[in-house]
């Protein structure tokens, strides 16, 4: 991976991080951060941020999700396999 998308994932996190920091109700910024923390690796942390969005919205699907609020196609697409990474269902 290119250290600037590392970076650029990095940031992801600490933003979704701070999101739930401000709302930890919010099942959408775990799922963020779900994906931040699996394209850089770290699995186990975006497993558990992905078994929070179920915890809080058991029938989560990220298919719905993403389409729900017309996602980006691109966007849609890099999501997908982190989401699914992290142990969301599509």
């Given amino acids: 991976m290119p250290r600037w998308r590392h970076c ?3 940031a992801a996190t600490e933003a979704a991080t701070r999101a739930i920091q401000a709302d930890p109700a919010h099942s959408i910024s775990y799922m963020l951060q ?3 923390l699996a394209k850089i690796g770290k699995v186990i942390e975006a497993r558990k941020a992905a078994a929070t969005v179920m915890k809080l919205q058991p029938n ?3 298919g719905q999700q ?3 609020v017309d ?3 691109t ?3 890099a999501l997908g396999p982190a989401l699914g990474t ?3 269902f599509e």
Wanted: net charge negative; hydrophobic share 45%.
């Fill in 75 to 77: 966007l849609a697409s």
């Fill in 60 to 62: 989560f699907r990220y």
């Fill in 34 to 36: 779900a994906a931040a």
């Fill in 66 to 68: 993403l389409s729900g």
């Fill in 86 to 88: 992290a142990g969301l």
């Fill in 8 to 10: 650029h994932e990095h």
């Fill in 71 to 73: 996602c980006e196609p």
